[in-house]
Nanobody
Framework: QVQLVESGGGLVQPGGSVRLSCAAS????????IGWFRQAPGMEREGVLC????????YYTDSVKGLFTASKDNAKKTVYLQIHSLKPEDTAVYYC????????????????WGQGTQVSVSS
């Protein structure tokens, strides 16, 4: 059973940066692609980007290209989401997830989810 735990959220000023972490446990987690999603208040959850087992990134949302970057530390079984130049509209609960594939699948294919971490962007 794969378990994912996000951390690193909080209150950030506009223009600031934050790094979110997704700690994974379970068999072969270092071989799985990990996706990042977010859900803003009153909105549906949307895919942001995914990092494959070979560390290739797939963006599900074009608007975050160049601002959101995913990386991973296999030894720590942790995937990171670095967010730069935060805007108030980036306020959301951020989730990591996996579909237990080594490649990045379509957002609907993710099956195992963390509990999420809140990022609030406000001055």
């Amino acid at each position: 059973q794969v378990q994912l735990v996000e951390s690193g959220g909080g209150l950030v000023q506009p223009g600031g940066s934050v790094r979110l972490s997704c700690a994974a446990s379970g068999a072969k987690v270092d071989l799985y692609a990990i996706g990042w999603f977010r859900q803003a208040p009153g909105m549906e959850r949307e895919g942001v980007l995914c990092i494959s087992s070979s560390e290739d990134s797939t963006y599900y949302t074009d608007s975050v290209k160049g601002l959101f970057t995913a990386s991973k530390d296999n030894a720590k079984k942790t995937v990171y989401l670095q967010i730069h130049s935060l805007k108030p509209e980036d306020t959301a609960v951020y989730y990591c997830a996996t579909g237990q594939t080594s490649w990045c699948p379509p957002p609907r294919a993710f099956r195992y989810w963390g509990q999420g971490t809140q990022v609030s962007v406000s001055s």
